[in-house]
């Protein structure tokens, strides 16, 4: 089984600003590693995602993230902000190798932008 | 119609009635998921079928019945809703179970009266 932790359940932050929206992770097997965004009266959208390969991840609207396997951490960020950026941000975990495989998502961090 | 399409968006319904959701996925997935987000709480799973066979029930209660005819579409048939009922229904579709990304539909906005 796997679990997910966002430590943050809201993060305001000024316009132009860097933000970092914080996911630890719990497994007993290696997982996939899912960013989404929910923007209001929607649903989920993916951000990005990360596989293998090169720890450091990019996804769409300027968004990156980074796997850090010994802190099983896979945190999101943003160089310099929005308004538009104000949404709910889910981080998910999928286990590899397994029959289930479904997504086990966090609580969610809502990210406010002020001007 | 691209994505994942949900209808109704919004429903309004008694405690007595019956009503159904369906979702439609023009991916070519082979999983389709039903999720509830209630307000403060978090993404619940509701259902998950694969290749139109449900491989998963999250203790949900009998009220709620999925249907799955195909793997292109997904119903959930609504029986004598409580108000806790209330809540933003999701449908969300993969490739497949393991490690793929999920789409998601807008969702369904149930109110239960």
């Known amino acids: 089984a796997q679990s997910v932790t966002q430590l943050d359940s809201q993060v305001p932050v000024f316009e132009e600003a860097p933000v970092e929206l914080r996911c630890n992770y719990s497994s007993s097997v290696s997982v996939y590693l899912f960013w989404y965004v929910q923007y209001p009266n929607q649903g989920l959208q993916l951000l990005l995602k990360y596989l293998s390969g090169s720890t450091l991840v990019k996804g769409i609207n300027g968004f990156e993230a980074e796997f850090n396997k010994s802190q099983t951490s896979f945190h999101l960020r943003k160089p310099s902000v929005h308004i538009s950026d104000t949404a709910e941000y889910f981080c998910a975990v999928s286990a590899i190798n397994t029959n289930a495989g479904k997504s086990t998502f966090g609580d969610g961090t809502t990210l406010t932008v002020k001007p | 119609e691209t994505g994942v399409t949900q209808t109704p968006r919004h429903l309004v319904m008694g405690m007595t009635n019956k009503k159904s959701l369906k979702c439609e996925q023009h991916l070519g997935h082979n999983a389709m998921y039903w999720y509830k987000q209630s307000a403060k709480k978090p993404l619940e799973l509701m259902f998950v079928?694969?290749?139109?066979?449900?491989?998963e029930n999250n203790s949900v209660p009998s009220r709620f019945s999925p249907e799955c005819p195909n793997s292109s579409h997904l119903f959930l048939h609504l029986h004598t809703l409580q108000p806790e009922d209330s809540a933003l229904y999701l449908c969300?579709?993969?490739?497949?179970?393991?490690?793929?990304?999920?789409?998601f539909g807008p969702g369904t906005r149930l109110t239960v009266t």
């Open positions: 079928y694969n290749f139109k066979e449900q491989t």
């Open positions: 969300a579709s993969s490739q497949g179970l393991e490690g793929h990304e999920q789409y």
